[in-house]
């Protein structure tokens, strides 16, 4: 008979570790490339430099080459993910009749709801309103503040709301490292309960989500240990920047994650407002502390060992990040956790093949690493076509023979489109059509996602486990909307 | 009560349709078509990295782009396996938009009336002329019927999905020239009236519409115009030909033409009738209107290109579809009780025979066009340019000119798509050079506002006719004279 899985998946230690492996087994972030991959690194460049230097032309044809079926590969896929959203939806909703009782006709089962909080006092009143306003019955649940015992801020505002149950302040000890993952993994040692959601100390949900989400559960296959709800923004239209960031929010959560549902591929978690089932999160081990994208990696950890999630049809409400220099700063934390990410779990790239088989392999492949490879590589493109259409330089079409100049033009004039017009359908969709027009702009925001990334990117090599936080603005202007 | 019969059939059912109508229509005697010669020339061009091909490619709205780059397309997947590219695009075309209609039929619970649109093809006289043609347009037939068929799923689901995809295809449309265009962006205008409506009724949010629905026919005249730029470094130079040939056109000349008897107008008109009944009483009378704004847009069309005397690029496969459309909407459309449906198809079936009739004893001029006539042979206009200039190459201008002297490597013959003085003088001072100029009829080039028309009647200082032949094609020769020595100057 199985052993059941520990309630303890982490220890307080007071220095950071380099074993490449966590305590629990997975292998962490402590370590960004593995011996394979940095010999493999080193030999690429060194390669390309060699080719460089005897036959540049052929080397720049061939990466060109290269590259440009990466980019149709790409939007072939964004072409496909978007199709099955919109054509089977798969995401799981209910009515409100169908969760005014519990599941299967039974006690509801026990929630913990855990929020880690890092010198954010000045939103934990709001914060504490919103949860309060959950629908779920209060013996059932239990709400955890998870904040570090040295935040003397955000433990004294606690402290003068004299917060009483479900809510639970617990305070995490001083231990490395200092991350949202690791106070996540010693938040959830001693709960009882049989799920779990993780929200930010931002967030808006809508009132009845883990109803919804224990009737999805209820409604799973055994196999189904995470259920990802919704995000959108609750200030959209405060200026620009939120309009876009909304926008490309309603693509991902409104149209690319209910594709990936509809091919059950892996799925890359949202940071908040996942549901999980606690006794599997504990058997993977939680979450990774050295991941900067605890939450992709835990994703595709779980579809690795046979686990799967689901979309859940209800909304938790940021704030979209309003300002460009934080803005910048989060992007480039999730690009770098992309990249660790990505990293991590080829680390053992056939066994990780064998384990996905071919096609959900593929599948991550495009979606992770595609992502962030893009997003470095876009400005190169873009500097070409910038070139191309006002310069005109002689030259450049030798690197341009007509098979690589088909596919780059379908993926210049079709695919960009493709791109733009899913943040206008996902916009109204989401209904947010109001900002369908500023879709128009996104190659704008994409300039500003290709900055984000390559500071990401290079902090890889610099700073690999530095966690650049998102700020959140007190705003006293925004409002959730309502569910 | 209308059953989903589509989902009830083996799910390979529409893929046997699809493939059997493809090996059936591909092996038709399909007649060639100017449209087809000249596309091809132009792919030909293309697939030698010539100039000519690129700009013809933008730079005209008779023949559009997604033709060429469909049959492109086809070519490089037909020539490998020793097929036709020109017969697998029309086959391929013709097969996709049938199937779009037995699959209309299908899903809305019509089983025995799926062979319809099938049989209609094969029996009636106009619809099977049309479907014999190769006529690269066809492509312009698939998104017109994809329009129909999303708009039925509209109707019954109201999933966004159907009005994206349709106006998907009325960006796709755009770029199927002029019909196209105008098709496309009035079914787009149509597509936003109806959607906004029903999510209304329904009290969903609309905002964001008009910008979803929009933005694909935006799009598509977009990148028409860029890609202008880009070749010719002129926004509008696809437009410059139509736009030199407006002037030509009056009021009354206009009207004659419209209400001038001819196969298109009384079949367009013959079926505006129950359109109008469908689009009245039944309940797919959105689809109706869309199709009365068609009908009535590419008779317009038709009528414009007589009298500026341009191809009516895609208006024969849109009209095609558009009778296709009217009897599979007239099969599954619900009409009030005193009105049957099957009186409705009754009546529609013995109107069709007698369009077909009354059509029967007009020419199909309009739709199979052979290769221009006229011109001199090429062997004959070498022969007599080698007598005296053997090194001497011709340069031929527009699109239907070089599309006749087919020369990707411009050995013998120079083509440009429009007339630049300088450039011809320049590249003179290289190499001895020809002009060929066909007569100003407006076939070729525009009779007004046209410098070669001008050269035409005028002449130049630099250039010496060389030959006219009977059918008024002229052959000059390049030859600068030195700075103040024009005789011609002189003598005028």
Not at chain 1, 142 to 166: G, H, M, N, S, Y
Not at chain 1, 416 to 428: D, E, G, H, L
Not at chain 2, 265 to 276: G, H, Q, R
Request: proline share 7%.
């Amino acid at each position: 008979m199985p052993q059941p899985p520990p309630n303890k998946i982490c220890d307080l230690t007071t220095h950071d570790s380099s074993a490449p492996l966590s305590p629990r087994g997975f292998p962490q972030a402590t370590l960004t490339l593995c011996a394979w991959q940095k010999w493999f690194l080193i030999g690429a460049v060194t390669a390309l430099l060699l080719w460089a230097v005897f036959d540049y032309r052929s080397e720049l044809l061939v990466v060109n080459f290269i590259l440009t079926v990466f980019y149709l590969l790409t939007t072939l896929y964004r072409m496909l993910i978007i199709e099955l959203a919109l054509r089977k939806p798969r995401e799981m909703s209910f009515t409100k009749a169908e969760i005014s009782r519990p599941p299967n006709g039974k006690k509801w089962p026990k929630y913990m709801v855990i929020l880690p909080m890092y010198k954010e006092g000045d939103v934990l009143p709001n914060l504490i309103r919103g949860l309060q306003k959950l629908d779920y019955p209060k013996d059932r649940l239990e709400i955890r503040l998870l904040i570090e015992e040295d935040d003397e801020e955000t433990l004294a505002v606690a402290d003068k709301l004299d917060l009483k149950p479900p809510f639970k302040v617990v305070r995490i000890p001083k231990s490395y490292p200092r991350t949202k993952p690791k106070a996540c993994n010693v938040g959830i040692e001693d709960g009882d309960a049989d799920y779990l959601v993780i929200y930010d100390a931002e967030d808006q949900t809508e009132p009845d989500q883990l109803k919804k989400a224990a009737h999805a559960f209820a409604k799973c296959p055994p196999n189904v240990a995470c259920i990802q709800a919704k995000l959108g923004y609750y200030n959209p239209t405060f200026n620009l920047l939120t309009r876009c960031f909304t926008a490309e929010y309603a693509t991902w959560f409104g149209l690319c994650l209910p594709g990936l549902d509809c091919l059950q591929a892996p799925i890359p978690l949202g940071g908040t407002s996942n549901h999980f089932r606690l006794n599997v999160l504990r058997q993977v081990g939680g979450w990774d502390e050295y991941n900067v994208t605890e939450d992709c990696d835990l994703g595709l950890r779980l579809f690795s060992q046979g686990w799967r999630t689901r979309i859940l049809e209800s909304t938790t409400w940021e704030q979209a990040c309003p300002s460009v220099p934080y803005w910048i700063k989060q992007r480039s934390r999730w690009v770098k956790g992309y990249v660790q990410t990505y990293c991590i779990h080829t680390r053992d790239l056939l066994n990780f093949h064998r384990k996905l088989g071919f096609w959900n392999s593929l599948q991550f492949h495009l979606l992770i690493g595609g992502t962030f490879i893009s997003q470095l590589v876009n400005p190169l493109y873009w500097i070409m076509t910038l070139l191309w259409l006002f310069v005109r330089p002689a030259g450049l079409d030798q690197f341009f023979p007509t098979s690589i100049f088909a596919m780059g033009s379908f993926c210049l004039f079709v695919g960009n489109f493709i791109f733009v017009y899913t943040s206008a359908i996902a916009c109204v969709r989401r209904g947010v059509g109001e900002l369908a027009k500023y879709s128009l702009l996104m190659p704008f925001y994409w300039m500003m996602m290709s900055i984000a990334a390559w500071k990401g990117f290079l902090q890889l090599f610099s700073n690999p486990h530095h966690w650049e936080k998102t700020k959140h603005f007190a705003d006293p202007n925004a409002t959730a909307k309502s569910s | 009560m209308e059953e989903d019969t589509e989902h009830k059939l083996p799910p390979w059912t529409l893929p046997t349709v699809f493939v059997v109508l493809l090996l059936l229509l591909y092996l038709l005697p399909h007649k060639p078509t100017e449209a087809m010669e000249i596309h091809q020339a132009i792919t030909e061009a293309l697939r030698a990295g010539n100039n000519w091909g690129r700009q013809a490619l933008v730079g005209n709205t008779d023949y559009p782009a997604l033709q060429s780059l469909c049959l492109l397309v086809c070519e490089a997947v037909a020539t490998p396996i020793r097929l036709s590219g020109p017969r697998l695009m029309c086959a391929l075309t013709q097969a996709w938009m049938l199937t779009i209609f037995v699959r209309i039929l299908l899903h809305t619970g019509h089983l025995k009336l799926a062979w319809l649109p099938i049989l209609l093809s094969a029996v009636l006289p106009v619809i099977r002329d049309v479907l014999l043609s190769l006529d690269p347009n066809w492509i312009a037939a698939v998104p017109a019927a994809e329009i129909l068929y999303h708009l039925v799923l509209w109707k019954e689901t109201k999933n966004l999905r159907s009005m994206i995809v349709a106006s998907a295809c009325c960006g796709i449309l755009c770029l199927c020239g002029l019909a196209g265009l105008f098709t496309g962006c009035a079914t787009a205008i149509l597509l936003y009236i109806i959607a906004k409506k029903d999510l209304a009724e329904q009290g969903s949010p609309t905002s964001g519409l008009r910008t979803l629905l929009w933005s694909t026919a935006a799009y598509s005249i977009f990148i028409w115009l860029l890609w202008n730029w880009l070749v010719m470094d002129d926004v509008f130079f696809g437009l410059r030909d139509l736009f030199a040939r407006l002037p030509s056109i009056s009021r009354k000349g206009f009207n004659l033409i419209l209400i001038t008897p001819n196969p298109l107008s009384v079949i367009i008109l013959l079926f505006l009738a129950p359109l109008v009944i469908l689009c009245l009483k039944s309940d797919k009378k959105e689809a109706s209107q869309c199709l009365i704004v068609q009908v009535v847009l590419l008779l317009a069309v038709a009528a414009l290109s007589r009298c500026i005397q341009i191809p009516a690029t895609a208006v024969w496969p849109l009209v095609i579809v558009d009778i296709l459309s009217t009897v599979t909407l007239a099969s599954i459309c619900t009409l009030p009780h005193k009105v049957s449906r099957e009186t409705t198809l009754a009546s529609l079936i013995i109107i069709i025979l007698a369009s077909f009739r009354i059509a029967s004893s007009f020419t199909h001029g309009s739709i199979v066009a052979l290769a221009p006539g006229g011109l001199p042979p090429r062997e004959e206009l070498t022969a007599f340019i080698d007598q005296f200039w053997p090194q001497s190459r011709t340069m031929l201008y527009g699109l239907k000119l070089p599309a006749a002297y087919p020369d990707p490597l411009e050995k013998r013959f120079v083509a440009r798509l429009d007339f630049q003085q300088d450039d011809l003088l320049k590249q003179e001072t290289d190499e001895q050079l020809h002009i060929l100029i066909p007569p100003p009829n407006g076939k070729y080039y525009p009779k007004d506002n046209s410098p070669l028309a001008d050269i035409y009647v005028n002449g130049r200082d630099w250039l010496i006719l060389e030959k006219q032949w009977p059918s008024g094609c002229q052959l000059w020769r390049v030859v600068p004279p030195p700075q103040n020595e024009s005789k011609l100057k002189f003598l005028q």
